[in-house]
């Protein structure tokens, strides 16, 4: 997009009233939401900043549309991209861990993905770590911190067939067993 | 498992799977067949009325809980046996393929020979059953392959017209491949160190309903087949599990065999 794009399209959102004032509505609604919620302790503290901060986003936005995209783009492209991973690796580390906490996912399978979170993570605060995948493959940085984060949920991946295979197994020895069970329990029923 | 019933002798196992219009006719003509022969339907989840059936027919019936597909069900059939301490098992397909007259001449063969396991073979002696080309082109290479590393001669490596001893009962009730199992289930057991031997047998075409296997599922059935024949080559014989020291065990009459 080129410099004119970007202004014809700031000016647009400036005057763009009626979806200036719905996307601030819902930035407003998801507060009036999230506020009743908090009230009644249905929330955990991690889902609840999450949803302050998307309505924060929403509702400043609708304030000042202009505003809040230039400053947005008037930052380098790789600073932009190292903010958003880093976003994105505390999202999935954030929810790996409180989904273990509640007892949702066993922590073998959250392993993996804390791995995940962590190499995005690390890639974010430190970008030189990916410079010899760079240079080797003449990527840019953006494609070599989603390789690498690629190649970890394909093993995440795989390691979820290996656990499905498994526990087929086992649930079909189980199924034998209660059938065995149950066909010994009727002979029985039918002796006395 | 402690086997805590006396020993007896022959038991006819059949895995049935949506066979409600075949199962009566089959359960008659197990019983003309040898009437003194005890008869296991698995009834591997079935959506219709096949346990019903047999039950009125008045064959013992283990109904598993879900669809565990032909491996999972005959599988369950061998544990049955093999606590309710019989002596023979024999398995016939419950589509009435397999036809009961022939149960005699396949007892006669395994109490006779030294084998493990006596297999009916459809290819052997007189021609009987039409299969398609696709069909028969893969059922054959699978028997020369099956032939070579088994070095056993095999012919029909896909049958599930088979009788077999007590000690091979306790292995497949230990370790038997899910889907499309027979071909696996030869090499499995000679690698352990029991044996099978072939008899010719007539099949018929099925009664009613149609096969699990057809057109795209033929070539899929060959790579699953050839892929599992060789990557069980690549895994080690477990010795708990051999013949040797399962006959062992159980001529010492030890628990737990």
Not at chain 1, 103 to 129: D, G, H, N
Not at chain 2, 139 to 150: D, E, P, R
Not at chain 2, 168 to 192: G, K, T
Request: overall charge positive.
């Amino acid at each position: 997009m080129g410099a004119m794009d970007i202004n014809a399209y700031l000016t647009g959102w400036q005057t763009a009233i009626v979806p200036r004032i719905l996307i601030g509505l819902l930035g407003l609604l998801i507060v009036l939401i999230l506020a009743r919620t908090i009230r009644s302790k249905r929330i955990s503290l991690v889902p609840a900043i999450l949803w302050s901060l998307a309505a924060a986003v929403l509702i400043i936005f609708s304030l000042f549309p202009q505003q809040l995209i230039r400053t947005v783009i008037s930052t380098e492209y790789v600073m932009r991209m190292r903010i958003m991973m880093g976003f994105v690796s505390l999202l999935v580390l954030l929810i790996t861990l409180e989904s273990t906490r509640q007892a949702r996912l066993q922590e073998r399978y959250a392993l993996l993905w804390v791995a995940t979170a962590l190499v995005i993570l690390i890639c974010a605060f430190f970008p030189s770590v990916v410079n010899l995948l760079r240079l080797l493959m003449g990527m840019n940085y953006t494609a070599a911190v989603v390789s690498v984060a690629f190649t970890f949920l394909t093993l995440v991946l795989f390691h979820f067939s290996i656990s499905m295979s498994i526990s087929q197994a086992k649930q079909a020895r189980i199924a034998q067993k209660l059938a065995l069970l149950e066909t010994r329990v009727r002979e029985l029923e039918e002796r006395r | 498992m402690l086997c805590n019933e006396p020993m007896k002798e022959t038991i006819v196992i059949v895995p049935a799977y949506n066979e409600e219009l075949n199962i009566k006719t089959l359960l008659d003509e197990v019983r003309s067949a040898g009437p003194d022969l005890d008869v296991v339907i698995l009834n591997d989840g079935s959506l219709d009325r096949t346990a019903e059936a047999a039950r009125r027919s008045g064959a013992k019936v283990i109904d598993l809980p879900c669809n565990l597909g032909v491996g999972g069900a005959v599988q369950a059939g061998f544990s049955y046996a093999y606590e309710n301490g019989y002596q023979y098992a024999v398995r016939i397909d419950g589509d009435g393929q397999h036809p009961p007259s022939e149960i005699p001449r396949l007892l006669e063969a395994i109490k006779s020979s030294e084998a493990d396991l006596i297999l009916g073979s459809r290819f052997l002696g007189e021609k009987s059953y039409g299969s398609t080309r696709l069909r028969y082109c893969g059922i054959y290479l699978l028997a020369q392959f099956l032939s070579l590393i088994c070095r056993r001669k095999v012919t029909d490596p896909t049958s599930g017209f088979q009788a077999l001893r007590r000690p091979l009962m306790y292995f497949f009730s230990q370790a038997y491949p899910m889907d499309y199992p027979e071909p696996e289930a030869l090499a499995l057991m000679r690698r352990q160190g029991y044996d099978f031997a072939e008899v010719p047998a007539v099949f018929r075409e099925r009664q009613a309903g149609v096969s699990s296997i057809q057109g795209w599922g033929t070539l899929y059935y060959m790579l699953k087949v050839f892929l599992a024949l060789i990557v069980d080559r690549a895994r080690s014989v477990d010795p708990r599990l051999s013949r040797q020291r399962v006959m062992e065990a159980m001529q010492h009459g030890r628990d737990g065999y």
